[in-house]
Nanobody, 126 residues
Framework: QVQLVESGGGLVQAGGSLRLSCAASGRTLSTYAMGWFRQAPGKEREFVAAVTWSRGTTSYAASVKGRFTISRDNAKNTVYLQMNSLKPEDTAVYYC???????????????????WGRGTQVTVSS
């Protein structure tokens, strides 16, 4: 079983920054892709960014590219999401997820991710 725990969410003014962390249990995640998704009230869950454990390949949603940066520390089994230039539309619950089929290809569909954290709230005020 893989357990994911997000942290780092909070309230920030527009233009500010936050860094989210996702701590993953286990050391058998080397072939996984780790992703960040977000869901705002009344909206569908959407892909934000992902990175593969093995190669460090990254992928970003167009809405966050250039503002957000995903990274991973394999030794710590931790994935980070650095969020800069935050906008009110970034307000959402951010979820960390793991895709065990993402060794070579990063999937952006939420249903391809098997393991999920409980989420951390990010609120951006205007």
């Amino acid at each position: 079983q893989v357990q994911l725990v997000e942290s780092g969410g909070g309230l920030v003014q527009a233009g500010g920054s936050l860094r989210l962390s996702c701590a993953a249990s286990g050391r058998t995640l080397s072939t996984y892709a780790m992703g960040w998704f977000r869901q705002a009230p009344g909206k569908e869950r959407e892909f934000v960014a992902a990175v593969t454990w093995s190669r460090g390949t990254t992928s970003y949603a167009a809405s966050v590219k250039g503002r957000f940066t995903i990274s991973r520390d394999n030794a710590k089994n931790t994935v980070y999401l650095q969020m800069n230039s935050l906008k009110p539309e970034d307000t959402a619950v951010y979820y960390c997820a793991a895709d065990r089929t993402g060794n070579y290809v990063i999937h952006i569909q939420s249903y391809t991710y098997e393991y999920w954290g409980r989420g951390t709230q990010v609120t951006v005020s205007s």
